[in-house]
């Protein structure tokens, strides 16, 4: 990979050459597993950065001396000024299997993520049954693959968490995870997939369900508001689920029921929902995107302020690129998605039925397309479960329908079809001043919400945290160096109510990130989205290198990280 600093990081072993300590008087520092010398600290809070040898001992920060190098540790690494960072948090992320399958998981390693929040979009895989995990492995194949190389021996939260924290024999997983119950998936288990008001014993289900799942470890609850069975859920029934929620500290993170027409209203939803059940909110990939919201993030910032002033507890997350992503399934009208998978393939296989769903989402603009009629040429494929369909990958529906000769909508049907509802799309819809303005507010935090499956992932999956570094640091001045760390940190790790990560402190875990600013960059990109950072040399979690000289070592420090209270 490309991870190599220009400037380097040299490690010398215990017998080395030490700087010569500084000549006043010192108390005996016990002996440092590792030392990092002479390191430009940005350490979370914001605050200008300063030089300073930080010392790590049984996978913690143990001291931080600014004025006279630490002793040397049973290793050093010299940092020649590289910025050390706390270890990134993903606020929005899609790894729920990919921990699980993949132990090398560079695609975020490489980024300097320590930490990844998942079970996102309302839609993972605990708790379940055996009828429900076979219907929500169907339904977000798009999203994480079918699983068939996973044994699911788990059905509840905890056991889902004990899976992450034994991860690969025993070892664990390459980076840490939080979870959040997906409020979906709760309601297929509970009602299942009818578009209907729950029941009162249903509900009361779902609050056992959620609140079972907070006290084994889960940090809050995700909906997708524009998925089904998520979607079919009212006000009050999100409501009652997210004092439960409030009730063991945790927050609720919803992917909202508009990100196009009606995105505002959707947005203020979403705040007098939390208001009422005194529930943290988490505003998922919060975004203005589709033609409708162009230039419009000043109202959705100063819809936050006039919140947060009135004493609302928000924060939200944002990726770094104009382009979204999802799956073409979920653009489809909510009434077809009634029953669950099966039941879209049936329904995508009549004629008549077929062409109410053209009609809602051409002329009217399905509540799963944002209620934006859907435009082809900005839907592209990124990627499909059958080899045989790899021809329609990198290009627009419109493209592929003109390339055959039919309308797009046919392209469209006969691709969901064939591919079981798998393929994944990027969806070209989003503008560049909004993507700014978001970033800058005091209450953002980074979130990648990649995909890493398909054959041309939407980038961001491989490169958004050193893209807000490069690009948006230091190329654009969008935010300075300490601004963003602290938003891809600090921020964060408060959110999460995680008392001893997301700063560069000492008595903190030692999830750590060395980066050289003049050069960290994303080498992601649409054309090539698999290509891992620059300036990345070396990431640590819980004080050991998963990622050093630029390589993945194998390490597997990554546990499950519970809720605290």
């Not at 790590?56 to 910025?83: F, K, N, Q, S």
């Not at 993903?90 to 299997?97: G, I, Q, T």
């Not at 995508?348 to 109410?356: F, K, P, Q």
Request: a negative charge.
């Amino acid at each position: 990979m490309g991870g190599q600093a220009p400037r380097g990081a040299r490690e010398r072993d215990s017998a080395g050459a030490a700087r010569k300590h500084a000549p006043q008087a010192r108390k005996e520092t016990p002996t440092m597993d590792l030392v990092i010398r002479d390191a430009t600290v940005v350490d979370g809070t914001g605050q200008a950065p300063y030089r300073a040898d930080v010392g790590i001992r049984h996978g913690r920060i143990t001291e931080i001396r600014r004025d006279g190098p630490l002793p040397r540790g049973t290793r050093t690494v010299e940092a020649d000024g590289l910025a050390l960072s706390p270890g990134f948090i993903d606020m929005h992320a899609h790894s729920d299997l990919a921990l699980l399958t993949d132990p090398d998981h560079s695609a975020k390693a490489a980024q300097g993520v320590t930490l990844e929040v998942i079970g996102q979009d309302g839609l993972s895989y605990a708790p379940v049954d055996d009828r429900t995990l076979t219907e929500v492995r169907r339904a977000i194949t798009g999203w994480n693959g079918p699983g068939d190389d996973i044994d699911f021996t788990w059905r509840s939260v905890g056991e889902y968490l004990d899976r992450l924290d034994h991860g690969f024999d025993g070892e664990g997983i390459a980076v840490n995870a939080a979870y959040l119950i997906p409020q979906g998936t709760v309601r297929m288990l509970a009602v299942g997939w009818d578009d209907r008001e729950a029941t009162r014993r249903e509900l009361d289900r779902m609050r056992r369900l959620v609140a079972e799942g907070m006290r084994e470890g889960a940090v809050g609850m995700s909906s997708g508001l524009t998925y089904t069975p998520g979607m079919y859920a009212k006000d009050a029934e999100l409501t009652e689920l997210c004092r439960v929620v409030a009730e063991h500290g945790g927050y609720y993170c919803p992917h909202h029921r508009s990100y196009g027409a009606g995105a505002l209203e959707a947005y203020e939803e979403m705040v007098a929902l939390t208001r009422e059940a005194g529930c943290p909110l988490h505003l998922a990939h919060a975004t203005m995107n589709f033609g409708v919201n162009r230039g419009k993030a000043p109202d959705l910032l100063a819809l936050l302020d006039d919140a947060l002033a009135a004493g609302a507890d928000i924060s939200l997350d944002t990726y770094p690129y104009t382009p979204g992503c999802t799956t073409l399934v979920a653009l489809l009208p909510s009434w077809a998605g009634e029953g669950g998978p099966e039941a879209v393939l049936a329904r995508l296989a009549d004629d008549a039925t077929a062409e109410r769903i053209r009609h809602d989402m051409e002329v009217v603009g399905a509540d799963g397309c944002h209620g934006v009629p859907v435009e082809w040429d900005t839907i592209e494929i990124s990627g499909v479960g059958d080899p045989a369909l790899a021809p329609y990958v990198g290009r627009t529906v419109q493209e592929s329908a003109a390339r055959r000769g039919e309308a797009p909508w046919t392209t469209a049907r006969r691709l969901l079809i064939a591919d079981g509802l798998g393929p994944t799309i990027l969806q070209h819809v989003g503008h560049e001043e909004n993507v700014r303005a978001i970033m800058r507010h005091r209450v953002h935090t980074g979130g990648s919400d990649g995909i890493l499956r398909g054959d041309k992932p939407h980038p961001r999956a491989y490169g958004t945290f050193p893209h807000y570094l490069g690009h948006y640091v230091r190329e654009l001045g969008v935010l300075s160096l300490e601004e963003c760390v602290a938003h891809l940190t600090a921020r964060p790790a408060a959110r999460l109510r995680l008392p001893d990560r997301g700063l560069v402190r000492e008595g903190y875990r030692a999830d750590l990130v060395l980066f050289d600013p003049d050069t960290v960059a994303a080498g992601s990109t649409f054309e090539a989205p698999r290509t891992l950072p620059a300036g990345i040399p070396h990431v640590l979690v819980d004080g050991r290198f998963v990622i050093e000289d630029g390589r993945r070592t194998g390490v597997l420090a990554g546990r499950a990280v519970r809720r605290t209270t």
